[in-house]
Each structure stands twice: as C-alpha cells, then as structure tokens.
C-alpha cells in the first residue's frame, strides 16, 4: 500500500521561503511520477509541479522561477523549496504519486502553508 506523508508546512511571512517534504512508502520510487498539488479554501485542487522519476520537470506558471521541485530516488522522497512566497500561495499543499505501471494516484493527507504578516 502506498502511503505519502508530507512534513514542513506552517506560517510565513509574505517574501519568505518554505520547503516541504514528502516520504514515500512506495516499491520503485523512480516509477512514480511525483507532484506537489495546491488547494485554497473554496477553490479546487491545482497543480504546483510535477517530477518524473528522470528528473523532468513541469511547473505551472504562477510559480515558476520561485518554487523548485526535486526528488532524492535513494530517500524516496519529494521536495519542494518554495521562495517569494506570496498570500495568494496560502492553501494546503498535497503530495501525490502516480504510477507509471498501474496508472493510479496516491494522495498525502497535505499539509497546510500560510503565507501572511
């Protein structure tokens, strides 16, 4: 069963950096693809990043140049440093595995990023 645990969220003033983590208990980490997902309050989920097993990327545009997503295959685990963070990035941020064998996703139980003065 796989089962993702995300760690690092919290309070941050606006400008400020956040990293968050993702554990994976997963068989063959670098056959997921990883992302790190975002959902504000009365908004849906929305994609942050994603990271194939290679290491390719994929951001979408409100943060790109000030997110980097990465992955340690060896740790099976997710990264996501996030700088310049602005309010309009306080949500909960969920961690998500996809598997290029079975097709499914796995979701983490997210963790929460507030970003005010």
């Known amino acids: 069963q796989v089962q993702l645990v995300e760690s690092g969220g919290g309070l941050v003033q606006p400008g400020g950096s956040l990293s968050l983590s993702c554990a994976a208990s997963?068989?063959?980490?670098?056959?997921?693809?990883m992302g790190w997902y975002r959902q504000a309050p009365g908004k849906q989920r929305e994609l942050v990043a994603t990271?194939?097993?290679?290491?390719?990327?994929n951001y979408a545009d409100s943060v790109k140049g000030r997110f980097t997503i990465s992955r340690d295959n060896a740790k099976n685990t997710l990264y996501l440093q996030m700088n310049s963070l602005k309010p309009e990035d306080t949500a909960v941020y969920y961690c998500?595995?996809?598997?290029?064998?079975?097709?499914?996703?796995?979701w983490g139980q997210g963790t929460q990023v507030t970003v005010s003065s």
């Open positions: 998500s595995a996809n598997s290029l064998t079975t097709l499914l996703r796995y």
């Open positions: 997963v068989r063959d980490f670098r056959l997921y693809t």
């Open positions: 990271i194939t097993g290679r290491g390719s990327t």
